[in-house]
């Protein structure tokens, strides 16, 4: 699959579907969406392609209320990948940008510079200049500019309709089961491995510390998790938080590997996050905080398991 961010260098995509979304999360809903675009593609031998934008519009036109990004611009791309598609392409988004008119937008990029033949996007899709743009105004454009508009949901999990916003208010709340049924995955974090106190060796649970660049985290507490790495994956319990029973100053993301000695510092690592066990909390001394943690380490195994 290629990725595209200069439309000069576009190449020859034969009959394109385009899939039109910000695609933060690549949750259940983006899936249904990427899952139109394919089977529309394969079904008259056209390409299939994905429309994002980076950074995402919110970033630029409001950075001081923008979301967290559920994840990094490497994980989505990383993630459309996976689902078949030919090309992503990635349209730098800029307050330039932003001021095009909804007929504007598609006429200038989805038809003259990508030549879509076919416009899939989601039932609460907005573009343009002041989101002025939503599917209806996407069907009267393909009506007018000579291409086939389909309008992909709602899609619900558990009586909610998925969105991102949902994802990220359940990641918020620490929900991660629920957070799981509306992304189709585990949520995850990604970052290197880094040096850290090591406050964890000291009490029998040597840690690695995890230098997150994913946006989007869980409250602090502690989760049932699996560190993932290019050879395998590994169950772990991770607490993310200050440490208060050693009054830690800066916050921290620290992963026990279980029956794991080897050295991953510098290692860029996946952190699956399972389920929450429980708020961080101060004890009253390390040996306290050791029999918790060993408490805490076999009800990670038995959700692991699960």
Do not use: W
Not at 18 to 45: E, P, S
Not at 135 to 158: K, N, Y
Not at 191 to 202: A, D, L, N, S
Not at 279 to 285: A, I, L, M, V
């Amino acid at each position: 699959m290629e990725i595209i961010r200069d439309l000069n260098s576009l190449g020859q995509y034969p009959f394109p579907v385009v899939a039109l979304g910000n695609f933060d999360g690549v949750h259940v809903g983006h899936q249904t969406i990427l899952t139109a675009a394919i089977k529309r593609a394969h079904a008259v031998g056209g390409s299939a392609l994905a429309v994002t934008f980076d950074p995402l519009p919110a970033k630029v036109l409001n950075p001081n209320r923008a979301p967290r990004l559920i994840l990094t611009p490497e994980d989505k791309h990383e993630l459309l990948r996976s689902y078949g598609l030919q090309g992503v392409i990635v349209l730098t988004f800029s307050r330039e940008l932003s001021m095009l008119s909804p007929e504007d937008f598609v006429r200038e990029y989805l038809r003259r510079r990508i030549g879509a033949c076919v416009v899939v996007i989601g039932h609460n899709v907005s573009f343009g200049h002041a989101r002025a743009g939503n599917a209806d105004v996407m069907r009267q454009l393909g009506r007018e500019l000579g291409f086939e508009t389909t309008v992909v949901g709602p899609v619900e999990r558990d009586g909610i309709v998925v969105s991102s916003t949902q994802v990220r208010e359940m990641i918020t709340a620490g929900d991660m089961k629920r957070t799981a049924s509306l992304l189709g995955r585990a949520h995850f974090l990604r970052g290197p491995v880094v040096h850290g106190r090591e406050r964890g060796r000291t009490i029998g649970f040597p840690t690695a510390n995890i230098q997150s660049r994913t946006e989007c985290l869980p409250p602090d507490g502690v989760y049932a998790t699996r560190v993932v790495m290019e050879e395998g994956s590994y169950q772990s319990i991770t607490n993310i938080g200050m440490r208060p029973t050693f009054g830690e100053p800066q916050r921290s993301i620290e992963a026990h590997i279980f029956d794991f000695d080897r050295d991953i510092y510098g290692r860029e690592v996946r952190l699956e996050i399972a389920e929450r066990i429980r708020p961080e909390r101060k004890f009253e001394s390390a040996q306290a905080l050791a029999a918790q943690i060993a408490s805490d380490l076999q009800r990670a195994k038995e959700i692991l398991a699960a």
